[in-house]
C-alpha cells in the first residue's frame, strides 16, 4: 500500500512537472514568435508609411483567427447533418490557421503595391528631373520639383529624401538610406548612377535619360513576361482549389463516406482522415508555391 502510494505520488509529481516545463516552452516559444512577428510588422508598416503600432496587427491576427475558427465550427453544427467534436476541433483548427497570416499578408500585398506604382512614376519622374538640369537647376533643385508634384507614392519618398537632405544628411547617405528603404532594384540603379556622376563628374542629364529609356524597356518586359505567364498562374489557382471544391461537392453528395473518412482511425486513436487531409492541405499549398516559383520570372 505504501509502494503503491509512493509510485501514484511520484507519477503525480513526474506529470506535473512535465506539464510545467511544457507550458514554459509553449509559452517562451509563444513570445520569441510574437517578437519576431512585431519586429517583420513593423518593418512592414514603415515601408507602407502606416502609423500603427506593430502589437495591433497581431491582435488583429490572433482575433481574426479565433472568429474564423469560432465562425468554422458555427457553420459546420448548422450545416452538417451529424456534428462530432473530432470534425468541429478540425474544422476550426484550420479555419484559424488559415486566416492569422492574413492582416501581415495584406500588409505585404500593400507593400508590393506601393512597390510597383512607385517604379512606374520613376520613369516619368527621371525625365522631369533630366528636364529641370537641362533647365539650369541643381540636382537637389530637381529633386524638390518631383517632391512638389504630389504623385502618391514617389513624392512622399522624395519628400523623405528632401528632408533629410535638408537636414545636413550627404546626398550620397540620404541615396542609400532611400535604397534600403524601398527596396527597388529599378531606384538602386538611379542612386548608383547618381552617386557615381557626382563623383566622377559625368554628364547627368544624358545618363537619366538613359535610365529612363532601360526602365521603360523593363517595364515592357515585364507586362510581356506577365501576359505569357499568365495561364500558367491561373493553372495554380485553379489546381489548388479543385481538390477543396471537390471535397466539399462529396460532402453533399456522400455525405456517409465523408463522414466514415473523417471518423477513420488506426489503433483506436490516431485519426488518419484526418491526418490525410492535413497533409493533402500541405501538397497543395507546396505545389501552389512552386507554380508561382516558375511563373514568377525575374528580370
Keep these: 500500500m505504501e509502494f503503491a502510494f509512493l509510485a501514484s505520488l511520484c507519477a503525480g509529481l513526474s506529470v506535473t512537472f512535465t506539464t510545467l516545463v511544457i507550458v514554459d516552452f509553449i509559452s517562451y516559444a509563444s513570445s520569441r514568435y510574437k517578437e ?44 452538417g447533418s451529424e456534428w462530432s467534436w473530432t470534425k468541429g476541433i478540425f474544422i476550426g483548427i484550420t479555419c484559424a490557421a488559415a486566416t492569422f497570416p492574413a492582416p ?17 512614376q520613376l520613369e516619368d519622374a527621371l525625365s522631369s528631373m533630366s528636364s529641370s538640369l537641362k533647365a539650369g537647376f541643381s540636382i537637389n ?56 556622376a557626382r563623383q566622377t563628374g559625368g554628364e547627368l542629364t544624358a545618363i537619366l535619360d538613359r535610365l529612363a529609356s532601360v526602365i521603360r524597356e523593363r517595364m515592357r518586359i515585364n507586362r510581356r513576361l506577365m501576359a505569357l505567364t499568365a495561364q500558367g498562374r491561373l493553372q495554380a489557382y485553379m489546381i489548388s482549389m479543385m481538390p477543396i471544391g471537390l471535397f466539399i461537392a462529396m460532402s453533399y453528395i456522400t455525405p456517409d463516406m465523408i463522414s466514415q473518412f473523417m471518423h477513420a482511425t488506426v489503433m483506436g486513436f490516431i485519426p488518419i482522415g484526418i491526418t490525410l487531409l492535413i497533409a493533402c492541405a500541405g501538397m497543395l499549398v507546396a505545389g501552389f508555391f512552386v507554380i508561382k516559383k516558375i511563373t514568377t520570372i525575374d528580370i
Excluded: W
Excluded at 104 to 120: D, G, I, T, V, Y
Design 36 to 79: 519576431r512577428y512585431v519586429k517583420e510588422t513593423a518593418i512592414v508598416l514603415d515601408d507602407v508609411l502606416l502609423q500603427m503600432p506593430p502589437g495591433k496587427i497581431f491582435d488583429l491576427s490572433l482575433a481574426l483567427s479565433g472568429l474564423s475558427g469560432f465562425l468554422g465550427m458555427l457553420i459546420l453544427g448548422i450545416a
Design 104 to 120: 501581415k499578408l495584406f500588409l505585404k500585398h500593400l507593400k508590393k503595391q506601393r512597390l510597383a506604382k512607385f517604379n512606374e
Design 141 to 196: 533643385q530637381a529633386l524638390e520639383v518631383i517632391a512638389d508634384e504630389n504623385k502618391n507614392p514617389i513624392s512622399v519618398e522624395f519628400k523623405l529624401l528632401v528632408q533629410e537632405i535638408r537636414l545636413g544628411v550627404p546626398m550620397d547617405e540620404a541615396l542609400q538610406n532611400m535604397v534600403q528603404r524601398l527596396d527597388s532594384a529599378d531606384f538602386e540603379l538611379v542612386s548608383t548612377a547618381v552617386i557615381t
